[in-house]
């Protein structure tokens, strides 16, 4: 019988599949399930093809949809690290305590982040004030023409993160200040890349990401705290030194002191060699 | 050799029939499993967002442009999901503005003018069309169509409601096409026959003969590609544009360069930064609800055009 | 008159033709438009390369095997109930209310945007029945997903075999099983097989159920142990998908050269057209060799 053979084959892979399954690959050495921040996808990315040099037996997979994602697996006992460009909120905590025996979450500073401004290339204005950038992100605010702060008369197109990712609500608090929520008009895209992109190809986009996205084909705009002070370009130096005004801590989140091999992992992270990814990736490295 | 082979063939099927019963079983399960599924899907979707059901405000919900769910400091979150309807409306329908002419359009020529070799490509190709996968349409709206949008309409941004509306049409397409070419093949040849008989052309059978008889077909087509739309997830969310505005004015065509924002392409980019069990993450759960709800309505409803309500599943 | 009916016939025949052929050309143009992009890179060392930075350089292999995984593990959950229940509606069912709502299901499962069945694999699969982000959770929603291309096809394979090949058979005292394995199934395999193929090239481009359900972003590899290339992903882990990673090197990384992209891309598409092309040869040789 024809079918039965074909129906055979097809189930034999699976049987095959299924006996082998379930396990978590402990054949070659130990595994570590990392979700969480968009932000920090590519640095998450990076530490693990570099740590693959130091530790080949131990195997990272690294997704990163947001930071909601890799708390809610944190909480799940799905991943055994957290990214997050957010601190813990006391829900979360309880959550995490609650499904882990009362072990509470660990904190871990692994590096720091500006939140760069975005603008086209070719845009003749070069740097803003925290209260100018409230005005364009800001609800109510009375910017939305490039010509009220000294550029070409272009309706702005302020785009953003959305409304629930860490870079959102971060910049919105640093920016707009207590209980004043975005404009409308401000889109939201579906990632820092995305926003990176329309700056990049629009000339009257303005829009803010992780410093570790800037590029040589996007325009980055200094930012002053005041009106007509100093302003600085978001970079390594101006970021450690606590001058560039929208910055923030990289965080990673475990549930209870970590060991064994996410210890070594961490450790790593912190130490030279990957804080030297952290750089490369355009991110701030933890003062040594 | 042979003889061996017929044996053991003989075998199993001894085993086969000694497993009617049991088979018989399985059988039975599985033909119920898709009612099956489709509980389990509204059971576990309503079990998610079950504890806010309750706190839900309806009418902010429906009637409000505020999707603010992680507040300011000192602000209430606000849940109103005006402007991702009005979005998930506006893809819609400018997308059926585009996709039924040509997918009615399509379906005659090839079910009533293509004949013999032409009409097999224009079948396959339209099929290949259909498989293009949601994501493949998203990265050519993101991609591809962006900087023609751009240069065309001179606007600074291509994603937006017209490229959306565009990459939708195109995956709806297909469907409309497959399923009013069948509407149209049911028309008994006798019609088109008696209708020859009678001196008409082809184009008046299809316009005097065929569009009424097959017209309920026709519409449950157009439905099911309103359903597609709907719930298209993908493709718009990378090729809307996601801008939370709900445009003044309706006539003007400029509306169609604003960037635009869909229900699912909210639940897909905002679920991943929700809290995991918090309001917000219920709320997406509600708008699951909600496209649910109505993809199963415009689905049950489309077949119950075409089959009527007691069903004839011969003809289907 | 005559001459007036001619004239529209004709411009109605051209506005037809010219409908299907929007559809058509565009599409054919931008996807030839894909191929031209992603030919930098195009060829066997980025088909059976390992990426780099999560996609920015390398190949694509893992998660080209990736989406083979997923796509025979949910073959392997959904082949069995989707032929059975095309069995059933087909064969057994009665013609009654209750077939009715099956078939209202079947449709209505169809119907269901992909987003919610991602949702409903968070729900069920992943949390509930606790199989966490996994292979094994991102294939038991898409199962659920395409089953009812499978119903569908099936039972229009079954319906195709005549009526009077199943009545000789009964008359000579097989049972309904016996008739159905013998005489139904051998006679209608092309038509279910086709219908396979339609789910295997589904599964393969689906990326918002997978989303949530077990696709990662990036999973070191091996490069040098083939062992490790042909088997790298086990039921409860997660795995890379040719959809997801799409997503990801288009919308997520930043400074992907653009042939990466494309290449991706290039790839996605072409694997749906050789599954396709697959089941349309199947379709015609089993039309040519129809012996009734």
Same mark, same amino acid.
């Given at each position: 019988?024809?079918?039965?053979q074909i129906?055979?084959?097809l189930c034999?892979?699976a049987m095959?599949?299924?006996?082998?399954s379930c396990?978590k690959?402990?054949?070659?050495?130990?595994?570590?399930?990392?979700?969480?921040?968009?932000?920090?996808?590519?640095?998450?990315i990076?530490?693990?093809?570099a740590?693959?040099?130091?530790?080949?037996?131990?195997t990272i997979?690294v997704?990163g949809?947001?930071?909601?994602?890799?708390?809610?697996?944190?909480?799940?006992?799905?991943?055994?690290i957290?990214?997050?460009?957010?601190a813990?909120?006391?829900?979360?905590?309880?959550?995490?305590?609650?499904?882990?025996?009362g072990?509470a979450?660990?904190?871990?500073?692994?590096?720091?982040?500006?939140?760069?401004?975005?603008v086209?290339?070719?845009?003749p204005?070069?740097?803003?004030?925290?209260a100018?950038?409230?005005?364009i992100?800001g609800?109510?605010?009375?910017?939305?023409?490039w010509?009220?702060v000294?550029g070409?008369?272009?309706?702005m197109?302020?785009?953003?993160?959305?409304?629930?990712s860490g870079?959102?609500?971060f910049?919105?608090?640093t920016?707009?200040?207590?209980?004043v929520e975005?404009?409308?008009a401000?889109?939201p895209q579906?990632?820092?890349?995305?926003?990176?992109?329309?700056c990049?190809?629009?000339?009257?986009?303005i829009g803010?990401?992780g410093?570790g996205y800037i590029?040589p084909?996007?325009?980055?705009l200094?930012v002053?705290?005041?009106?007509?002070?100093?302003?600085y370009?978001?970079?390594?130096k101006?970021?450690?030194?606590?001058?560039?005004p929208?910055?923030?801590?990289?965080?990673?989140f475990?549930v209870?002191e970590?060991?064994?091999?996410?210890?070594?992992y961490?450790?790593?992270?912190k130490g030279?060699?990957g804080?030297?990814?952290?750089?490369?990736?355009?991110?701030?490295?933890?003062?040594? | 050799m042979a003889?061996?082979k017929?044996?053991?063939?003989?075998?199993g099927?001894?085993?086969?029939?000694?497993?009617?019963?049991?088979?018989?079983?399985?059988i039975?399960?599985s033909?119920w499993s898709?009612?099956?599924?489709?509980?389990a899907?509204?059971?576990?979707?309503?079990?998610?967002a079950?504890p806010?059901l309750p706190?839900?405000?309806?009418g902010?919900?429906?009637?409000?442009?505020?999707w603010?769910p992680?507040?300011?400091e000192?602000?209430e979150?606000?849940y109103?999901?005006k402007?991702?309807?009005?979005?998930?409306?506006?893809v819609t329908?400018f997308?059926?503005?585009?996709a039924v002419?040509?997918?009615?359009?399509?379906?005659i020529?090839i079910?009533?003018?293509a004949?013999?070799?032409?009409?097999?490509?224009?079948?396959?190709l339209?099929?290949?069309?259909?498989?293009?996968?949601s994501i493949?349409?998203g990265?050519i709206?993101l991609?591809?169509?962006?900087?023609?949008i751009?240069?065309?309409?001179?606007?600074?941004?291509?994603?937006?409601?017209?490229n959306?509306?565009?990459?939708?049409?195109?995956m709806?397409?297909p469907?409309i096409?497959?399923?009013s070419e069948?509407?149209?093949?049911?028309?008994?040849?006798?019609?088109?026959e008696?209708?020859?008989?009678?001196?008409?052309?082809?184009?008046?059978?299809v316009?005097?003969v065929?569009?009424?008889?097959?017209k309920?077909?026709?519409?449950a087509?157009?439905m099911?590609?309103v359903?597609r739309?709907?719930?298209e997830?993908?493709?718009?969310?990378m090729?809307?544009?996601?801008?939370?505005v709900?445009?003044?004015?309706?006539?003007n065509p400029?509306?169609?360069?604003?960037?635009?924002r869909?229900?699912?392409a909210?639940i897909?980019s905002?679920?991943p930064d929700s809290?995991?069990?918090?309001?917000?993450?219920?709320?997406?759960?509600?708008?699951?609800?909600?496209l649910?709800?109505?993809?199963?309505?415009?689905?049950?409803?489309?077949?119950?055009?075409?089959k009527?309500?007691?069903?004839d599943q011969?003809n289907? | 008159?005559?001459?007036? /009916?001619?004239l529209?016939?004709?411009?109605a025949? /051209?506005?037809?033709?010219?409908a299907?052929l929007c559809?058509?050309?565009?599409v054919?143009a931008?996807?030839?438009?894909?191929?031209?992009k992603a030919s930098?890179v195009?060829?066997l060392?980025y088909?059976w390369g390992?990426p780099e930075g999560g996609?920015?350089g390398?190949?694509?292999?893992?998660?080209?095997?990736?989406?083979?995984?997923?796509?025979?593990?949910?073959?392997c959950?959904?082949?069995?109930?989707?032929?059975?229940?095309?069995?059933?509606?087909?064969?057994?069912?009665?013609?009654n209310?209750f077939?009715r709502?099956?078939?209202?299901?079947?449709t209505?499962?169809a119907?269901v945007?992909?987003i919610v069945?991602a949702?409903f694999g968070?729900?069920?699969?992943?949390?509930?029945?606790?199989?966490?982000?996994s292979?094994l959770?991102?294939?038991c929603?898409i199962?659920?997903?395409?089953?009812?291309?499978l119903?569908?096809?099936?039972?229009?394979?079954?319906?195709?075999?005549p009526?009077?090949?199943?009545?000789?058979?009964?008359?000579m005292?097989?049972?309904k099983?016996?008739?159905i394995?013998?005489?139904?199934?051998?006679?209608?395999i092309?038509?279910i097989?086709?219908?396979?193929?339609?789910e295997?090239?589904?599964a393969?481009g689906?990326?918002?159920?997978?989303?949530?359900?077990?696709?990662?972003?990036?999973i070191?590899?091996?490069?040098d142990?083939?062992?490790d290339k042909?088997?790298?992903?086990?039921?409860?882990?997660?795995?890379?998908a040719?959809?997801?990673?799409?997503?990801?090197?288009?919308? /997520?990384?930043?400074?992907?050269?653009?042939?990466?992209?494309?290449?991706?891309a290039?790839?996605?598409?072409g694997l749906i057209f050789?599954?396709n092309?697959?089941s349309?040869?199947?379709r015609?040789?089993?039309r040519s060799? /129809?012996?009734?």
């Open positions: 019988m024809k079918y039965t129906l055979i084959a034999a892979p095959a599949l299924s006996f082998t396990g690959k402990t054949t070659s050495g130990s595994a570590i399930q990392i979700n969480g921040s968009d932000t920090m996808l590519q640095v998450g990076a530490w693990a093809d740590y693959k040099a130091v530790n080949p037996d131990v997979t997704n949809e947001g930071s909601g994602t890799g708390i809610a697996a944190l909480i799940n006992g799905t991943v055994e957290a990214q997050s460009s957010r813990l909120k006391p829900e979360e905590i309880e959550s995490i305590k609650a499904s882990h025996g072990v979450p660990v904190e871990h500073i692994v590096g720091y982040d500006g939140i760069a401004v975005f086209n290339k070719d845009n204005v070069k740097s803003l004030s925290l100018q950038l409230k005005e992100f609800e109510g605010g009375s910017i939305d023409n010509s009220q000294g070409n008369d272009l309706k197109v302020p785009v953003g993160r959305n409304n629930a870079t959102y609500a910049f919105r608090d920016v707009c200040g207590k209980g975005y404009k409308n401000v889109s579906s990632g820092s890349t995305a926003v990176v992109e329309l990049t190809t629009t000339a009257a986009g803010y990401s410093m590029n084909n996007v325009g980055v200094s002053s705290k005041e009106d007509g002070g100093p302003a370009e978001p970079n390594a101006n970021v450690g030194s606590g001058d560039y929208i910055a923030r801590p990289l965080y990673i475990t209870g970590p060991s064994g091999a996410i210890k070594d961490l450790d790593w992270i030279p060699g804080q030297a990814v952290v750089e490369a990736e355009k991110f701030v490295p933890l003062p040594q | 003889t061996k017929t044996s053991f063939r003989g075998l099927a001894k085993f086969l029939d000694g497993a009617e019963p049991l088979i018989r079983i399985l039975y399960a033909g898709a009612i099956i599924f489709v509980a899907i509204f059971y576990f979707i309503f079990q998610e079950w806010i706190r839900v405000n309806w902010d919900f429906f009637f409000t442009n505020d603010v992680v507040p300011a000192g602000n979150a606000t109103g999901a402007s991702m309807m009005y979005g998930t409306f506006a329908i997308s059926m503005i585009i002419p040509l997918g009615l359009g399509a379906a020529y079910s009533e003018f004949t013999g070799k032409v009409k097999e490509t224009f079948k396959i339209i099929e290949l069309l259909a498989a293009i996968p493949v349409w990265f709206g991609v591809v169509l962006n900087p023609i751009q240069s065309v309409f001179g606007v600074p941004v291509g994603v937006n409601l017209l959306g509306s565009i990459v939708v049409a195109f709806a397409v469907l096409v497959s399923i069948d509407a149209l093949r049911a028309v008994p040849d006798s019609y088109r008696a209708a020859l008989a009678l001196g008409a052309s082809k184009w008046e059978i316009y005097r065929l569009f009424p008889a097959a309920n077909g026709l519409l087509a157009c099911l590609g359903g739309a709907v719930g997830t993908m493709a718009v969310l090729a809307t544009g996601n801008g939370m709900i445009p003044e004015n309706f006539a400029a509306i169609l360069l604003d960037k635009v869909t229900l699912t909210t897909v905002e679920l809290v995991h069990g918090g309001d917000h993450y219920r709320m997406l759960f509600v708008i699951g609800i909600v649910l709800i109505f993809s199963v309505v415009i689905n049950v409803t489309s077949d119950i055009i075409v009527g309500i007691k069903g011969k289907a | 008159m005559e001459r007036r /009916k001619v529209v016939e004709g411009i025949k /051209k506005v037809m033709l010219v299907a559809l058509i050309v565009p054919l931008i996807i030839a438009y894909i191929f031209y930098p195009l060829g060392d088909l390992v996609g920015t390398g190949g694509i292999w893992p998660p080209l095997i990736g989406t083979f995984f997923l796509v025979l593990v949910s073959l959950i959904c082949a069995p109930i989707g032929i059975m229940a095309g069995i059933y509606l087909n064969e057994y069912a009665p013609d209310w077939t709502i099956i078939n209202m299901a079947v209505s499962l119907g945007p992909s069945h949702l968070v729900g069920a699969f992943v949390l509930t029945f606790g199989m966490g982000e292979l959770a991102a294939s929603t199962a659920v997903m395409t089953i009812p291309v119903i569908t096809s099936t039972r229009e394979a079954l319906s195709a075999v009526m009077a090949f199943r009545q000789a058979c009964w008359n005292g097989a049972t099983w016996q008739t394995r013998t005489i139904v199934l051998p006679n209608s092309s038509g097989l086709t219908g396979v193929i339609l295997v090239s589904r393969a689906e990326t918002a159920p997978i989303l949530f359900t077990g696709a990662a972003a990036s070191p590899f091996m490069a142990s083939l062992g042909l088997m790298p992903y086990f039921l409860g882990d997660k795995f890379m040719l959809s997801y990673h799409l997503k990801v090197v288009a919308d /997520k990384l930043n400074d992907v050269p653009e042939a990466m992209k494309y290449g991706t290039a790839v996605l598409i050789i599954l092309s697959f349309i040869v199947l015609m040789y089993l060799r /129809k012996k009734w």
